[in-house]
């Protein structure tokens, strides 16, 4: 118990010192474009409705899609590590899914 409490505390007082040294640290220097409302190349002063391309939307949910792979590959030789077979199958399982996703997207015209 002692030990848990040791470790609490010692947690605790670094983050505190941290958060604190975090704070006091940084010379804040803002200039007008830091100031801005928007600091991504858009007019302030224009439109805030301004129309997006479908393309960015398309590129958006391909790079989502491709994220999720990964998401879904890199864990897997540590989920199956007693069956390396099981691991191999599941792997090209979801690689074929997403092939076959990318396949339709391509043949309906999707990409172009």
Do not use: H
């Not at 949910?61 to 998401?71: P, Q, R, S, T």
């Amino acid at each position: 118990m002692n030990l848990i409490m040791a470790m609490l505390t010692t947690t605790v007082l670094l983050s505190i010192l941290l958060i604190a040294v975090g704070f006091w640290l940084p010379i804040s220097m803002p200039d007008y474009e830091k100031l801005s409302p928007y600091e991504c190349g858009f007019d302030p002063l224009g439109s805030a409705r301004l129309p997006f391309s479908i393309r960015f939307f398309l590129v958006a949910i391909l790079f989502l899609l491709f994220d999720l792979e990964i998401a879904l590959l890199l864990p897997t030789p540590w989920a199956t590590q007693e069956n390396p077979m099981t691991m191999i199958i599941w792997s090209i399982t979801i690689l074929l899914l997403l092939t076959a996703g990318l396949m339709y997207e391509w043949a309906q015209g999707g990409l172009e």
